[in-house]
């Protein structure tokens, strides 16, 4: 059985272009390794199932699609007593804790490996665009990871910060625990994704993370499995340029934009409550023989 959760080949070609030996024999590893399989492929998304079964992979055994589900650790943060401590206690948001509290400044996060496959530089243009309307909230922004391109980055925002193209904006890096990070989802308004798939066909981990915490999502749209984690109006919006970002921050953080953020962040915590174990059981249990199925709704095999 095969675990397929993107294509080495993909991701090798976006440091070594195409055309690079590396990339050709990856490429050809990979379709005879899947057409090897004896039992059974496993893919993230039904758009990489479809995919698995076309040339040149034309992999005939079963495949499954077991989307990625949250860890326990990421859950929605319902006491305020609970956000206010935290926010409170991180640097970051200390000296902003009541006026995110009230609503009053708003506070997204996003969370990047810092590599060329995720363009940061949109964000910022997004962040630049939302700051020139002087009537638009004051707004915080978390970044977390590490990676190649942080210090250019970091660069690039003080350089807008000093030329005063981010008034209300404020722009913070940071590493966090995961404990931190999750509870971090739970006290934002608005998740942001970046992430540009290699291989069109892969889902971003960071998403179903938000999921799990109730946070809805503005997410790069521009790939086919888009669709099957963050639903249009529904959990999330998509965007493929930095002013329909800007566009979408200045609708969902307005007065008139509250309904719509509290309508995303409800479809997000149904989306999120989903969780590994029920994922894993319902599409895998039967396979491996530790669901009973001839009992009704499945039943763990002790």
């Known amino acids: 059985m095969i675990d397929w959760h993107n294509y080495g080949w993909t991701i090798l070609a976006g440091t070594k272009g195409h055309s690079h030996p590396f990339v050709e024999i990856s490429r050809a590893y990979e379709i005879v390794l899947g057409q090897a399989a004896p039992t059974a492929n496993i893919t993230v998304t039904h758009a990489m199932a479809r995919q698995l079964k ?5 992999i005939k055994t079963p495949i499954l699609t077991l989307h990625d589900r ?3 650790i990421f859950q929605p943060l319902n006491s305020l007593a609970d956000r206010r401590d935290f926010l409170e206690k991180l640097p970051e948001t200390r000296n902003l804790a009541a006026n995110i509290i009230a609503g009053q400044t708003r506070l997204v996060v996003s969370s990047t490996s810092w590599t060329p496959d995720e ?9 630049v665009a939302y700051a020139r309307d002087p009537s638009a909230r004051p707004l915080v922004a978390i970044i977390t990871g590490r990676g190649p391109q942080k210090t250019y980055y970091e660069e690039r925002m ?6 005063g193209k981010l008034p209300n904006v404020r722009i913070f890096t940071a590493w966090l625990s995961m404990e931190d990070y999750a509870t971090l989802l739970g006290c934002a308004d608005l998740g942001i994704c970046l992430h540009m798939s290699s291989s069109g066909v892969d889902l971003p981990m960071k998403v179903v993370d938000m999921f799990g915490a109730g946070l809805p999502v503005a997410a790069y ?3 086919e499995s888009f669709g ?3 639903r249009e109006g529904e959990n999330g919006c998509g965007f493929e340029t930095s ?11 307005s007065d008139k934009g509250a309904e719509e953020l509290r309508a995303l962040r409800n479809g997000a915590r149904k989306e999120g409550s989903l969780r590994w174990d029920e994922e894993w059981d ?3 249990g039967r396979v491996f023989g530790v669901i009973d199925q001839s009992a009704r709704g499945g039943q763990v095999t002790k």
Do not use: H, M, N, T
């Open 228 to 230: 099957e984690l963050v």
């Open 282 to 284: 319902r599409v895998l």
């Open 221 to 223: 749209s521009k790939y």
């Open 119 to 127: 363009d940061f530089g949109l964000l910022l243009d997004a962040l």
């Open 54 to 58: 076309e040339d040149p992979y034309s």
């Open 70 to 72: 949250p860890a326990s």
């Open 158 to 163: 003080r350089e807008l910060r000093d030329s």
């Open 243 to 253: 002013d329909e970002l800007a566009r979408i921050l200045a609708r969902l953080f």
